[in-house]
């Protein structure tokens, strides 16, 4: 996990929380958390990095619309990082 940006880590974390959630969902999730837009040009791209490094997986919803699920690797990077962070932060 050490490769991707804390924006893509974020992705991961709204897409692991959901079921097949579409990108506007996404972006819907992420706007929320940080109380600020986040546009298409910053959204896609970022997205498809991490369907590059097989992290997330992209399905088609319909015609127009694309759909994303963690992948196992994506779950085994997240827990690799939750385990990193609990040597410093105990839970809160």
């Not at 992705?11 to 079921?19: D, F, K, M, N, Q």
């Not at 972006?27 to 097989?54: C, F, M, S, W």
Request: net charge negative; aromatic share 10%; proline share 2%.
């Amino acid at each position: 996990m050490y490769d991707i940006t804390a924006f893509q880590r974020d992705l991961l974390y709204v897409i692991a929380g959901h079921e097949e959630p579409h990108g506007l969902a996404i972006k819907d999730e992420l706007q929320d958390y940080y109380e600020a837009e986040i546009n298409h040009g910053r959204l896609y791209p970022n997205l498809d990095t991490l369907v590059e490094k097989g992290l997330v997986k992209k399905g088609t919803l319909d015609k127009r619309t694309n759909s994303y699920t963690i992948t196992d690797r994506g779950y085994r990077e997240l827990e690799a990082r939750r385990e990193w962070e609990s040597q410093y932060v105990e839970d809160v």
